[in-house]
């Protein structure tokens, strides 16, 4: 599947040797190996070396930060096991620019206040192919407070959605969802990323992706609604079933129909 179709990133710990072999069966359009903060220091060497014998199929590997001093024996270690592509932590366009001389796919993790303010920068870097937001950290950093709806990230949420777009790249992936029993909620914080314009999550189960693979598609209200415009559509503008349609309605629903498949 190419990047741009991407919904779920699955985020997996290097090191367990179960998990990383579940996380292939999850039905995910992307699996990240981490070998980040989901590894204990004592622990990444023992993950480095599983990435030989059990690495998933096409999988990412998110490696540890430009400024962490572990990042060239990372690179080192997935030189040549076929991964898929990096997924750079903390991220800003000098790291992304190392990353994308391994000649990888990178998507790289906007959690920082600069890396939020550069994103545009990091997304012009080639071999970048997405943005994704790292809540957790950036929040930390801000002193943000968790709200109902997340209106703490808007701002954050929104701009990667502009710099990513303007940088010709796909939209933008939301950051994890804490919560690992509350599919409801999951599918509502989807629901409304989507709507912000983000096109895909990252998770930290396997239990997640079905959740958000059909929550970041088109559902059947706007799937008809988009069959309706481009049946009834006349040309410059018109009316269809009480609504004006121009060409960026038209092009709007074409896009649905382009996600639904």
Known sequence: MSPAAWRSLLFVPGDDERKLASAAQAGADAVVVDLEDGVAPARKDAARALLGSALPPGALVRVNGFESG????????????????????????????????????????????????????????????????????????LGLAPLGAGDELLYARSKLVVDSVAAGIRPPFDSVHLALDDSEGLEQACRRARALGLRGKACIH????????????????????????????EGGVSRVGGEMVDKPVVERARSILGEAQ
């Open 70 to 141: 572990l990042l060239e024996t990372d690179l080192e270690a997935v030189r040549d096991v076929g991964v898929g592509g990096l997924v750079l932590p903390k991220a800003s366009p000098e790291a992304a620019e190392m990353l994308a001389s391994q000649g990888l796919p990178v998507v790289a993790i906007a959690e920082t206040a600069d890396g939020v303010r550069r994103a545009f920068e990091i997304a012009c870097v080639p071999r970048v192919v997405a943005l994704l937001l790292g809540a957790v950290d950036l929040g930390a950093q």
């Open 206 to 233: 396997p239990e997640q992706v079905e959740v958000v693979n059909r929550a970041f598609g088109p559902d059947e209200e706007e799937l008809a609604w988009a069959r309706r415009v481009l049946a009834e559509h």
